[in-house]
């Protein structure tokens, strides 16, 4: 008798405080054990320190953490995920797509139809280029209508989907997921190169939402936003000398 495999769930789009999010990656590798979720990824803004921070705090526990990063391109944000290093920001997306792939990593547009506060989609520019998932379930505040549009057309961006809570707290954890037949790592990426992934919403609470919002606008009232996005250009600029 042939058996199904067990599924996993994995959140692919998380922050942490090496960018713009609250939690430490140690406190995300925990929330993500207490939660069940097999994989995560961590996925700072133009860089991969605080996945490679999560994955050094998680050793050997029963959740796998993905080096990834969101990569800042000149159209929008991209998932680079599978990384082995940083993948440089400012370039167009089409470039970041070829250095993400260049290291063996997949790539994947990031909430592709939103533009809301600083999340940015790539929108139509993406449409044909070769990616390896599309996500479609974005936990962000407001994504509602932008995560309908990309399960609409997601047809004609790749097979596979994917879900992530872009969580920025960490009651956002684990909010979204990926679900995927396994339960490892390589589980996963067979799944998104096979087009066996579904995205799914666990959490619909409003007050994850309405923390968020609240934590978003004391960041740009007191300055953090602006400073937090000054590092990163200037890390980037670093990184190009």
């Known amino acids: 008798m042939v058996t199904t495999p067990a599924s996993g769930a ?5 922050h942490t405080t090496f960018s713009d999010g609250a ?3 140690a406190t995300v590798v925990a929330r993500a054990i207490d939660l069940g979720l097999s994989v995560i990824a961590v996925t700072d803004h133009d860089s991969i320190d605080g996945a490679i921070e999560a994955a050094l705090q998680a050793g050997v526990t029963r959740c796998e953490v993905v080096i990834g990063e969101e990569v800042s391109t000149r159209q929008g944000h991209v998932l680079g995920l599978f990384l082995t290093r940083t993948v440089a920001a400012g ?12 290291q063996g990593g997949l790539a994947i547009p990031a909430h592709p139809f939103l533009r809301l506060g600083g999340a ?4 139509l520019r993406g449409v044909g280029l070769p990616w390896d998932a599309i996500e ?3 936990g962000s505040p ?3 209508l932008a995560n309908r549009q990309a399960q609409r057309e997601s047809g004609v961006w790749a097979r596979a989907q994917t879900g992530g809570s872009d969580a920025h707290i960490l009651a956002a954890v684990g909010s979204v997921v990926t679900v995927f037949p396994g ?11 096979s087009g066996t992934t579904r995205a799914e919403r666990r959490n619909r609470s409003p007050l994850i939402g309405a923390r ?16 937090e996005l000054a590092r990163r250009r200037s890390r980037t600029a670093g990184e190009e000398v």
């Open 10 to 14: 994995a959140d692919l789009h998380i």
């Open 23 to 25: 939690p430490s990656p």
């Open 91 to 102: 370039l167009d997306v089409e470039e970041t797509i070829d250095e993400i792939h260049a």
């Open 120 to 123: 940015r989609g790539v929108g």
């Open 136 to 138: 479609t379930e974005n």
């Open 142 to 144: 407001g994504a509602w």
């Open 183 to 193: 339960r490892s790592a390589l589980d996963l990426r067979a799944a998104i190169k």
């Open 212 to 227: 968020t919002l609240t934590r978003s606008l004391r960041r740009r009232l007191n300055g953090e936003a602006d400073r």
